[in-house]
DNA sequence: CACGCAGAGAATGTATCCAAAATATGCGGT
DNA sequence: ACCGCATATTTTGGATACATTCTCTGCGTG
């Protein structure tokens, strides 16, 4: 019982929902080692709460299948197969596909052109070769494509979230290599080149091809990305901190 | 406390697994007036459980959208909307359509062949005039599907079963019209034909439109079926039952 | 030496308890 | 008579306590 019975919330959410997110980032950033026992006590009193909201959160979790149950006793972290990567990727493609294939028949022209000047950024830090600048651009494209998405259909929007978060699992937070920043740009330039057209098929296809192409520039890090990290001691003031927003 | 503290469990499974079942049920069935508050108590007390497990079945239902917050206090089931009816089926075209699109590569001979007497049993059904024949073989042929997929692709299998669950709410749990059984039986035979020809596009594009056949036929149920029906108590030995398998 | 059973310990499942927050209610003032 | 503030009630949030079950270990026996 570390924290004090009687505290406002830090901030405004709920101890339930803080402990469900730090949790959630926690094993998406493997900071859990894959069959390890998550005993709730222990989690509890690392997050200086109550085994109430932990149970709750792994409940949840379980839900979403990050955490499964070990044996009849308790929950560990699934171990990272190439078979669940490849399969979340699938259907992120088929999911963002859909998506985009929506989205250019609503499209502002306004909406086109800003998304554009996304990728003259990015180029611009090719040419520069400053890749955060890369980076901070390509997140803000994809950003832009699901705000417009999540407008009108929040069920996918979620979904899409959703997998988004599941493949941080395997994936490094870095745009990785300069191939990959360029060949990334030129994917966006193919999407954005769909939704002018305002073709769906086309847009389905060149979103799907897009995250195939991030996929196998994932694919490498499975086998390197050891997960274990001492899981040491972290103040309250990080939960607020949302999982790192993905990036290509 | 109307249950004893020593129970085992009706059957298996933990009350908290029961409850979130049976919840879950009710709330596709209808059960609860949209907007109507969920109290956790009153809930608990209609179950004969605890809040606790009454609580942690809200929260997981939560993340599913099959219920909200109401304002800063407790959870309501949401209204039924003709928006999200339409984009639970899209969704579910998107991921089905993918789905067969991916068995097609793999299906053996077998189980084409098992899926064409499945199809067959169901136009006899048409033929005799019973509708229960084709209800029930239609049930078998995804069913059959359903289970190939889930071999390779858990997490797409669970995304499907998800949306088919959701679905649920927006259709009764019927075959509808004769004309609908016709039409279902034609889209079945068009899927197996594009399985046989192990042609995916034309699978993703045929499930598509199989679906989107679906939620035509379903649309008219909106308005007509409303949720309310008294809610009134039910023994435990009901919890057993699993959610009636969805139907076309 | 190995297998099995029994008991102890540890971790989860469930219920209850206490506190906090919000809404409803009632009283008083203008 | 109406509006506003204060209090009471209801309901949820979170923690703890208790019962249950699973597992691990150690001892005894074959």
Not at 124 to 129: F, H, K, P, Q, T
Not at 214 to 231: K, M, N
Request: charged content about 30%.
């Amino acid at each position: 019982m570390a924290a004090p019975t009687t505290r406002k919330n830090t901030g405004r959410l709920s101890v339930r929902e803080q402990t469900y997110r730090l949790l959630k980032k926690k094993i998406l950033n493997g900071h859990f080692p894959p069959e390890e026992r998550l005993v709730e006590e222990s989690l509890a009193g690392l997050l200086g709460v109550s085994r109430t909201p932990v149970r709750e959160a792994l409940h949840k979790l379980e839900l979403e299948g990050l955490v499964r149950q070990k044996g009849a006793r308790g929950f560990c972290v699934p171990e990272k197969t190439a078979e669940e990567m490849s399969e979340l990727f699938e259907i992120r493609a088929v999911l963002e596909g859909y998506a985009l294939s929506c989205l250019c028949r609503t499209i502002s022209g306004d909406d086109v052109r800003r998304l554009s000047e996304c990728i003259a950024r990015a180029e611009r830090g090719v040419l520069e070769n400053k890749l955060d600048l890369v980076f901070e651009n390509n997140t803000e494209f994809h950003d832009l494509i699901y705000q417009l998405v999540g407008k009108k259909r929040p069920r996918l929007f979620n979904l899409i979230e959703d997998m988004r978060d599941y493949i941080l699992r395997y994936r490094k937070n870095t745009l990785g290599t300069f191939r990959a920043a360029k060949r990334s740009i030129l994917g966006h330039k193919k999407i954005l080149l769909a939704l002018d057209l305002k073709d769906p098929a086309l847009c389905e296809q060149v979103m799907r091809a897009h995250i195939s192409e991030a996929e196998a520039d994932t694919a490498c890090t499975l086998s390197a990305a050891s997960s274990a990290e001492p899981q040491q001691t972290y103040n309250r003031g990080e939960q607020r901190r949302a999982v790192l927003p993905p990036k290509w």
